[in-house]
């Protein structure tokens, strides 16, 4: 059974940094697309960054380009999410999610795994 959980959110400053990882469990990732999306209260979900498990690729939305850093740790089965110079409309849910095979990472829709969500409040 494949398992994500989050870690790492928190209430943080406008300007300040985050770092939210993702431990995966349940089966091997090889192969797998991992991303991040996220949800804001009343609003759809909305891809944040991705990154083959390979670590070769990696994909980021427009708002988050040049803020957020995707990585993994393979030895240690995580995916991390580094969030630098967070905005107030960072704000929202942050989920894990995973998908096989090749797919289109920016559709949250792709993906079939999802952890349980970690909350990222960012204040003014």
């Known amino acids: 059974q494949v398992q994500l959980v989050e870690s790492g959110g928190g209430l943080v400053q406008a300007g300040d940094s985050l770092r939210l990882s993702c431990t995966t469990s349940?089966?091997?990732?090889?192969?797998?697309?991992m991303a991040w999306v996220r949800q804001a209260p009343g609003k759809e979900r909305e891809f944040v960054a991705a990154?083959?498990?390979?670590?070769?690729?990696?994909y980021y939305a427009d708002s988050v380009k040049g803020r957020f850093t995707i990585s993994r740790d393979s030895t240690k089965s995580t995916v991390s999410l580094q969030m630098n110079s967070l905005k107030p409309e960072d704000t929202a849910v942050y989920y894990c999610?995973?998908?096989?095979?090749?797919?289109?990472?920016?559709?949250?829709?792709?993906?079939?795994?999802w952890g349980q969500g970690t909350q990222v409040t960012v204040s003014s």
């Open positions: 990154i083959r498990w390979s670590g070769v690729n990696t």
């Open positions: 349940g089966r091997t990732f090889s192969g797998a697309t």
């Open positions: 999610a995973a998908a096989f095979g090749p797919v289109p990472v920016a559709s949250p829709r792709t993906y079939n795994y």
